[in-house]
């Protein structure tokens, strides 16, 4: 489809610096379709660099600028925001000789070009099971929204001043127990045994832990694939991995990383991302580790969900407002639209995802089951 083609080339040259084509481009440029699919996508910060390289005669009119310069200004202000409570909220923790290591978020916003411009959302801090129940102590005590909080077998979740912050006792888990396991050991060995060598960034003027990056080449491409798996995403969360794995290029530890996948199981999905990172979304293919061009034709595929789907399925599944209000109802409702998705994912690694349906769905009916 053309217009995914541009969407792509304005995708790409605000993720590198490079110009976009400018062939592509004439007076009747779907500018519509582009704009909203930026936003559908979450990219549209990204997206304005590339619209921002073409020609002054190619470019959108007036009517179509207006909205993307109030979109960066707000992105702006939410980059502003999350720093000022990393600022606030970082210190009290370790004051208490608690060490949070900052997850995804702000901290991949750093390897961007122009890391305001990223989408943000909420800030992630593990702090590890054994500080876990200290933290969310101090986290209310510094006036979090206890009437909306919420806490699951991960992380618990609160509004501080305006931002919703999650405390991790878990980096990250699965429903498959034996995987599980590995996941476990596999953090545990990075951010509590291995801590010591976390790096060290400031964000906002305040210093904050890191994961190691041969942690988090393999972290940022776990969590965006179990969120594919599940209900899809938009082309922010590759973004985020492509960039990271091309700022830190010279220094991922190859020997490690392919170790690390091959122990998570994540071969096969991850040669197939490699190719949308590389043929789709421009990363140079040297910076990939394990590029495999097998993939490609279902790397199209892949390509084909996200434009379909959008940000974390919003656009695939149907909105919460149609949902039945009755709970068993509801459930039913939500187990159709899944197995739809399920469906249009098997034919990408039959073997892994047949894995993760057959857990999910065993999750959710003992959730119903045991329902009260």
Known sequence: MKEQALFLDLLRAGLWGTPPDPSLYHAGTEWGFLLSQAQKQTVLGI????????????????????????????LRRSHTRLNEVLRTLVPQLQAASIQPILLKGQGIARCYRYPEQRQCGDIDLYVGPADYAAACHILQQAGARTEDAHESLQHYHASYQGVVVELHRLA???LDPAL???????????????????????????EVLLPPVSFDA?????????????????????CDWTRYLHVHASTLDRETLAQDIRYLRLTR???????????YLGLP??????????YRKQAARVVELI?????FGKHYFSPASVRPTGYYAGKWYAFRQR????????????REVGRFVFYSLRHGFKVALFHQ
């Not at 940022?220 to 590759?238: C, P, T």
């Not at 293919?285 to 097998?294: L, S, V």
């Not at 434009?307 to 940000?311: D, E, I, P």
């Open 47 to 74: 997206v304005s660099d590339g619209i921002g390289a073409l020609p002054e005669t190619l470019r959108p009119s007036v009517p179509y600028l207006r909205p993307i310069q109030h979109h960066l200004v707000q």
């Open 172 to 174: 990250a888990y699965a």
């Open 180 to 206: 599980d396991t590995r996941i476990q050991r596999w953090t545990r060995h990075y951010l509590q045994e291995q801590k010591e060598t976390c790096p060290v960034g400031t964000i906002g003027g305040t």
């Open 218 to 238: 393999v972290y940022l491409f776990y969590h965006f694939l179990k969120h594919f798996l599940a209900i899809g995403i938009g082309f922010r969360q590759i």
């Open 269 to 279: 999905f991850w040669k197939l991302f490699g190719c949308v990172a590389v043929d």
């Open 285 to 294: 293919e040297a910076e990939f580790p394990f590029y495999d061009a097998r």
């Open 307 to 311: 434009f379909r789907c959008g940000n």
């Open 339 to 350: 197995i739809t998705w399920y469906a249009q994912t098997f034919s990408l690694a039959p």
